[in-house]
């Protein structure tokens, strides 16, 4: 099994243990405060989330992969935001639930939530994962190496190493 963290972290910026030394945001609650004398906005903090929905939707249609398996799934409240208002959110936050099948055209709204701490759950199918961790990490797995598509997301800004899940190990 192929397995990969995808992050906003640059690994050169990560100390022998592996943790990332530079002062930088974690999450949506964030957006306002500083990093390195400099504001996170909105629209920064959008950037970098569509990054990681761009890197769901490659992986998913390049896999062929339809639909993804909710997995243990947790809920923390669900919150507004004005840019997610046309998509029905809150729909999609209160009909979540553990083994629903998500389909293709759903999975990006489901994963901004999940990107926003609003729920938190695992992915799956088949021998598939996308799973989330805290202070933005993502892992992804499964049976097929990616090359082109890990190509792509580092373009986008994101980085990728080879790293097993420490939520499904590989």
């Not at 990969?4 to 050169?12: E, L, M, Q, V």
């Not at 553990?98 to 990107?115: E, K, P, T, V």
Request: aromatic share 14%.
């Amino acid at each position: 099994m192929h397995c990969y963290r995808i992050t906003k972290y640059n690994p050169k910026h990560r100390d022998c243990d592996g943790h990332y030394t530079i002062d930088d945001w974690t999450s949506i609650s964030d957006v306002g405060k500083l990093f390195n004398s400099k504001k996170l906005s909105f629209h920064s903090y959008k950037l970098c989330e569509d990054a990681y929905i761009n890197a769901i939707d490659l992986l998913l249609k390049t896999n062929e992969i339809p639909f993804l398996e909710i997995v243990d799934l947790e809920k923390y409240g669900f919150k507004s935001y004005a840019d997610l208002d046309n998509k029905n959110p809150k729909d999609c936050y209160d009909n979540a639930s553990s083994g629903q099948l998500i389909h293709l055209d759903d999975i990006n709204l489901f994963a901004r939530l999940i990107l926003r701490e609003m729920a938190w759950c695992k992915l799956l199918h088949g021998d598939f994962f996308i799973h989330f961790g805290y202070d933005y990490y993502m892992y992804v797995g499964g049976v097929n190496e990616l090359k082109e598509e890990l190509i792509t997301i580092n373009k986008s800004g994101l980085f990728v190493e080879k790293m097993e899940s420490p939520y499904f190990l590989c």
